[in-house]
């Protein structure tokens, strides 16, 4: 489905953004080879501004792939950070831990090999800044498993909440309005995440439009 969101401006959101470094541009060149989905660098920037907004110690990522999120989003951490990666393709997996010991950072990185869902039962919290990036019938899924672990103050990002594969951000307006709609499964899964966030107490939600969209939940309490 097409993106709503205006290719100027991610590309404005690009160039006022942090800046990356080499092995973030081996990366890009990785994803434009080989067709994998990223972010990219303007919403990477963000979430490594997020983190640093929010003082982030502790991350926590359903679904990583080769490690382009953890890598902005360790960046931000402090020396005795940690950030936790989880993938089902354990080839993927191998090149994020590539990728971030060669990014010398401080943080410890654990790279964990299966279902998001289930190894988020073996981390205790808080986590100050989770991304859920995994299938996207199962977002509400990974928010219920992992909310009571984000700390207060911690924020709750979720990408694609606009675009990506099959999803159709009216269809999405429409169900979260409450009107029948004709809509994919993935369509489907990101307005039940919404409507999950939205009505949980202590969250507050809102929209960062650039990339494909990210959905910013704060833990107000």
């Known amino acids: 489905m097409p993106n709503p969101i205006p290719a100027a401006v991610e590309a404005f959101a690009e160039t006022v953004g942090p800046e990356g470094d080499a092995v973030l ?28 907004m929010v003082d982030a110690e502790r991350v926590f990522e359903f679904g990583s792939g080769y490690g382009y999120s953890a890598y902005w989003f360790a960046r931000a951490l402090p020396a005795d950070g940690e950030i936790v990666l989880t993938e089902v393709d354990a080839d993927e997996l191998d090149l994020a831990r590539e990728y971030l010991d060669r990014g010398d ?72 309005d409450g009107e029948d709609a004709d809509a994919t499964d993935m369509s489907r899964g990101i307005a039940d995440y919404l409507k999950a966030v939205r009505e949980a107490p202590g969250f507050e939600t809102t929209l960062l439009p650039v990339g494909e969209g990210v959905a910013v939940s704060l833990r107000t309490g």
């Open 25 to 52: 541009a081996e990366m890009d060149e990785y994803a434009d080879e080989h067709g994998f989905p990223t972010v990219g660098p303007a919403v990477g920037g963000w979430f490594q501004v997020l983190a640093t």
């Open 105 to 176: 950072f401080d943080a410890t990185a654990h790279f964990e090999l299966g279902d998001a869902i289930e190894t988020i039962e073996d981390y205790d919290g808080p986590f100050d800044v989770v991304l859920i990036d995994n299938e996207k019938h199962r977002y509400r899924e990974a928010f219920e498993a992992v909310r009571g672990n984000v700390a207060p103050g911690g924020v709750v990002l979720a990408d694609n909440a606009v675009a990506g594969g099959t999803i159709d951000a009216a269809d999405v307006r429409r169900l979260l």
